[in-house]
């Protein structure tokens, strides 16, 4: 169902004693009527925390990635039904920063989103181009395959589960923010794209995210564009007050 998400994405930051500290701050300020649907990611040694840290609040917990076997001789890696057992409710799949270094692929991504749903977690599936293929005039392309593979398979009704981050590499971590425009242009592509793959209605109910950036600063010009239903952030979403500014700036549509 679509809805405003803003979603904090630690990636490899935060030993456990700042962790708690970060989640203290949210607990205390996010009220339990928080507009946009809120969510954390941290690292896998400090979920079962968050968890419990977080229970009776609106704020949910994310796990970065996870595999999607149900178990087995797979050293290091953690199955869906380990992170639902500890109380995780999303997981963020294909992160470009996974693609880069971790050699996660389409194929890999479209196997996770369908434990991930099959295990009634929430699949945060991340789609962007680098700078090289924006320049190249081939991002709408690229960003419609990565779409179309990351969900074969997937019936209309599991579609509408599935939360999408439209994350352009080149904005990641540099402090270069996709302008307001040019992230609605790609959230709507991805919209219509997913409109061609099921229907309209199919597409209307689905959370497009986006994420580069973001800041308590611009957070409103972005979601307040009609196809951007929120952020996925990482750098600002590491001190509460920052995640703050972003949580009670964002357009709730
Ligand atoms: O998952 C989050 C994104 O990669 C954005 O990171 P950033 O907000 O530090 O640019």
Known sequence: MRKTIIA????????????KETIQGLVAKVPQ???PEVIIAPVFPYLSMAVEM????????????MHWEEK????GEVSPA??????????ILGHSERRTYFNETDETVNKKT????????????????????????????????QIEKALEGLKAEDVKKVVIAYEPIWAIGTGKT???????EVCAIIRKKLAALYDAATAE???????GSVKGGNVAELTGSADIDGGLVGGASLKADDFLAIINNAVVK
């Open 8 to 19: 904090g994405n630690w990636k490899m930051n935060h030993l456990g004693a700042d962790a």
């Open 33 to 35: 009527d928080v507009k």
């Open 54 to 65: 977080t229970k009776g609040t609106p704020i949910h917990v994310a796990a970065q990635n």
């Open 72 to 75: 087995g001789a797979f050293t």
């Open 82 to 91: 380990m992170l639902v057992d500890i109380g995780v409710t999303h997981v």
């Open 114 to 145: 369908k434990a991930a749903l099959a295990h009634n977690l929430t699949p945060i599936v991340c789609c962007g181009e680098t700078l090289e293929q924006r320049e190249q005039g081939i991002m709408q392309s690229w960003i419609e395959g």
């Open 178 to 184: 996709a302008s307001a425009a040019q992230a609605e």
């Open 205 to 211: 109910d689905v959370s497009i995210l986006y994420g």
